[in-house]
């Protein structure tokens, strides 16, 4: 087992926004500051996000929101539908703050990000609350921080960071991590899934304490090796470095549920090649072509008759083309059984088997010419659709209707990203 960090060990920090979406909202709404608020999945069916407020009238996250209706109107909870572009202007907005703040940063996900600590152990409190500081006087968003030597032992920091006033939370002395080890349970662990909690519990390992005093042949022969290097981790040795993740096996996935079902084949290919688009976009993003692509349909699963639909190619060459996923997607759709094309009220698709452009084979007989053109066309796109929005330029394959998109009857107006919908200050002379 490692010694204590000394203080040449390397620290790290999760910054996460506090119930990011209600915080989004918050920002450009005082009003609701103080009052419980809950934000909406797709469609307005679940809830996705709650205030501390909304969290203390016992309201669970991912409830169906007509179970809990009756409490929320009674209880004068405010509502919001899903407002995602201003989720993600808000995101940028936060991330550009933190990385100003750290000589490296990792970004985690739209509201969380890993940082390296530019200060020793005696300094990282004081460095972490002036984090805070910025980020809620720049941006508004308020912020937990976990300091520690590991990743993992960040994310312990940061869920005891939630429930501390400060918002902060230092886990470096053994006995300040035994004893926050000892209060979360393995099933809260960041790296230990579902079905390896449950085998842990029976095992009668309960808390991230116990897991880590385990035998290491024991972890790698039950575990393997990612559940190894989890245990490392617990015992402040660094082992998960995201960026360097393989991109071979990995998936881009692109899915939504319907407002209403969609009876007409028209509109399901338009919203199948929406999908693709945006899948391929990420694919771009990140550098990566797919070499495989799933298609699935659902009907509601709250009718009689529910039905579901599943389809896959392998592509003749791994792309990011836009327009050549769209042409896979579409065949895929169209060998389908009619039947099932019919009520369709969830589809998506998925870019399996992915690699990375720059390890690719080249093409024979003139056809890296193409992929040149091809590249060439994808990055304008790209670039357009980052300084203009996604709508600005499309393939017409995705149509300009978008009948299907999701209701939202309670969406916030788009304050960042519409010039139609800025916010309006009002004076008195």
């Not at 409490?71 to 202007?89: A, M």
């Not at 896979?328 to 452009?357: C, F, H, M, Y």
Request: hydrophobic fraction near 40%.
């Amino acid at each position: 087992m490692s010694s204590t960090p000394s203080d040449a060990s390397p620290l790290f920090a999760l910054a996460d926004g506090n119930n990011f979406y209600v915080s989004c909202e918050r920002v450009f709404e005082p009003k609701v500051r103080d009052v419980p608020v809950v934000v909406l999945s797709n469609n307005d069916g679940c809830i996705v996000s709650r205030s501390n407020e909304a969290k203390k009238l016992g309201i669970p996250m991912g409830a169906p929101f007509y179970r809990w209706r009756p409490l929320i109107v009674s209880k004068g909870v405010r509502v919001f539908s899903s407002n995602y572009p201003l989720y993600g202007e808000m995101s940028l907005r936060m991330m550009d703050t933190l990385f100003s703040l750290t000589p490296h940063m990792e970004v985690y996900s739209i509201d969380e990000a890993f940082l390296d600590v530019p200060v020793g152990p005696a300094e990282a409190e004081g460095w972490a609350e002036g984090v805070r500081r910025r980020v809620l006087r720049d941006v508004g968003i308020p912020l937990s921080l976990g300091v520690a030597s590991t990743k993992t032992l960040c994310k312990v920091a940061g869920r005891s960071a939630k429930r501390d006033s400060r918002g902060v939370r230092i886990l470096i002395g053994q006995e300040e991590i035994r004893s926050a080890l000892e209060a979360t349970g393995v099933d809260e662990l960041w790296g230990i899934g579902r079905q390896l909690s449950k085998f842990l519990i029976g095992q009668g390992i309960l808390n991230g304490e116990k897991l880590r005093e385990c035998d290491d042949r024991w972890v790698r022969a039950h575990l393997g090796l990612a559940g190894l290097r989890t245990v490392m981790e617990l015992r402040g040795i660094p082992c998960v470095q995201g960026e360097e993740a393989p991109m071979e096996g990995r998936s881009v996935s692109t899915s939504r549920s319907f407002a209403d079902p969609l009876p007409d084949p028209s509109a399901l290919r338009e919203a199948v090649a929406c999908f693709v688009a945006t899948a391929a976009s990420k694919l771009r993003e990140n550098g990566a072509m797919a070499s495989g692509l799933h298609l699935f349909l659902t009907t509601s699963p709250f009718r009689g008759d529910y039905r579901s639909q599943t389809a896959f190619c392998s592509l003749a060459r791994p792309s990011s083309y836009t327009p050549t996923l769209i042409g896979a997607a579409w065949r895929l759709l169209e060998s389908l059984n009619p039947e099932n094309l019919s009520q369709v009220k969830k589809a998506g698709i998925i870019l399996t088997d992915l690699v990375e452009e720059s390890k690719t084979p080249p093409r024979l007989f003139g056809m890296n010419a193409a992929l040149e053109r091809e590249r060439g066309l994808m990055e304008a796109v790209d670039r357009i659709q980052k300084r203009w929005g996604g709508q600005a330029i499309q393939t017409a394959a995705e149509g300009r209707s978008r009948e299907w998109l999701t209701r939202q009857s309670r969406r916030s107006p788009r304050y960042t990203t519409d010039w139609n919908e800025l916010p309006l200050v009002k004076a008195k002379g």
